[in-house]
């Protein structure tokens, strides 16, 4: 059983900051890989970052520079969010993959939405102009 709890969201106005936090309650694992997609309205959910258990980061191009990923085990992913836009407005998800050598993890499978099996229920993040 693995359940992925996120929090942290909120409204920020443009060029803040914002920490955004994801708990992971399942059993111990030596290998994984957490990630952080977002869903804004009428657009597909797309991968921010990641982080896996060898502590490799992968950025989307969109936030490079401006967010930062890190974890704390597999328990708890945070995402600190630097010099918000309005277009980082979106749901934003934690994901978990516990199964995969990290071999299999390549810049795009990393945000490939179909390859994770566990989610979280989203935090709302609103930036404001």
């Known amino acids: 059983q693995v359940t992925l709890v996120e929090s942290g969201g909120d409204s920020v106005q443009s060029g803040g900051s914002l920490t955004l936090s994801c708990r992971v309650f399942?059993?111990?694992?030596?290998?994984?890989?957490l990630t952080w997609f977002r869903q804004a309205p009428g657009k597909e959910r797309e991968g921010v970052a990641a982080i896996d258990s060898d502590g490799r980061t992968t950025y989307a191009d969109s936030v490079k520079d401006r967010f930062a990923v890190s974890s704390e085990d597999a328990k708890k992913i945070t995402l600190q969010m630097n010099s918000v836009r309005p277009e980082d407005t979106a749901m934003y998800f934690c994901?978990?993959?516990?199964?995969?050598?990290?071999?299999?993890?390549?810049?795009?499978?990393?945000?490939?939405?179909?390859?994770?099996?566990?989610w979280g229920q989203g935090t709302q993040v609103t930036v404001s102009s």
């Open positions: 994901a978990a993959d516990f199964a995969r050598p990290l071999t299999y993890w390549t810049s795009d499978k990393v945000f490939d939405v179909k390859t994770y099996h566990y």
């Open positions: 399942a059993y111990s694992y030596s290998t994984y890989v």
